[in-house]
Nanobody, 123 residues
Framework: QVQLVESGGGLVQAGDSLRLSCAVS????????MGWFRQAPGKEREFVAG????????LYGDSVKDRFTISRDNAKRMVYLQMDNLKPEDTALYYC????????????????WGQGTQVTVSS
């Protein structure tokens, strides 16, 4: 049984930073790519960032490039999302997800999800 638990969300002002964390328990964490997605009310789930199991390859959604940074610590079974220069349009529920295998942007390629952590950015 794989469990993913996100933390670190909150209410911030535009221009602030937040760091989200995702703790993973269960199967061999080091073998799978990990991703962060977000979903705002009335919108589809959106790919934010992903990282290959090696940690050397990352991928970002166009709307967060150059502002967000994904990283992982395989020894601690943790994935992080550093979010800088936050904007009101970043407001959403942020999910951590474990890929079925390799790094993809399609949420259907991820089969384990956390419950999400809310990020709200005020203008």
């Amino acid at each position: 049984q794989v469990q993913l638990v996100e933390s670190g969300g909150g209410l911030v002002q535009a221009g602030d930073s937040l760091r989200l964390s995702c703790a993973v328990s269960g199967r061999a964490f080091t073998l799978y790519a990990m991703g962060w997605f977000r979903q705002a009310p009335g919108k589809e789930r959106e790919f934010v960032a992903g990282i290959r199991w090696t940690g050397t390859t990352t991928l970002y959604g166009d709307s967060v490039k150059d502002r967000f940074t994904i990283s992982r610590d395989n020894a601690k079974r943790m994935v992080y999302l550093q979010m800088d220069n936050l904007k009101p349009e970043d407001t959403a529920l942020y999910y951590c997800a474990e890929a079925k295998w390799d790094l993809k942007t399609d949420p259907d390629e991820y089969d384990n999800w956390g419950q999400g952590t809310q990020v709200t950015v005020s203008s």
